[in-house]
Nanobody, 124 residues
């Protein structure tokens, strides 16, 4: 079973910065994409950012220009650098690892793994 461990959350003032880390128990090369999602109190979990195995990145509109996702393959770690934080960024942030492959029976299979989450609170 793949394990994802997030770290780096905390309390920060508006305008501040944080860097989240997500370490995987398997090589990142084994996944089609790694991503970050977040869930604020009373809201559904939402997509924040993703990076493909080829290095292509994607962001939700509300974080474009403020957040940056990156990966360190030798360390099997994905980062989310967050700058210009706003109170509305407050949420539990989850790391996600996704892959698809063809099973032994020739069927299409998908794996989706999640970390335990790390709290980010933006408040003065």
């Amino acid at each position: 079973q793949v394990q994802l461990v997030e770290s780096g959350g905390g309390l920060v003032q508006p305008g501040g910065s944080l860097r989240l880390s997500c370490s995987t128990s398997e090589t990142i090369f084994g996944f089609n994409a790694m991503g970050w999602y977040r869930q604020a109190p009373g809201k559904q979990r939402e997509f924040v950012a993703s990076i493909s195995s080829g290095g292509s990145t994607n962001y939700t509109d509300s974080v474009k220009g403020r957040f940056a996702i990156s990966q360190d393959n030798p360390k099997n770690t994905v980062y989310l650098q967050m700058t210009g934080l706003k109170p509305e960024d407050t949420a539990v942030y989850y790391c996600n690892a996704y892959r698809h492959y063809i099973g032994q029976m020739g069927d299409y299979k998908e794996d989706d793994y999640w970390g335990q989450g790390t709290q980010v609170t933006v408040s003065s």
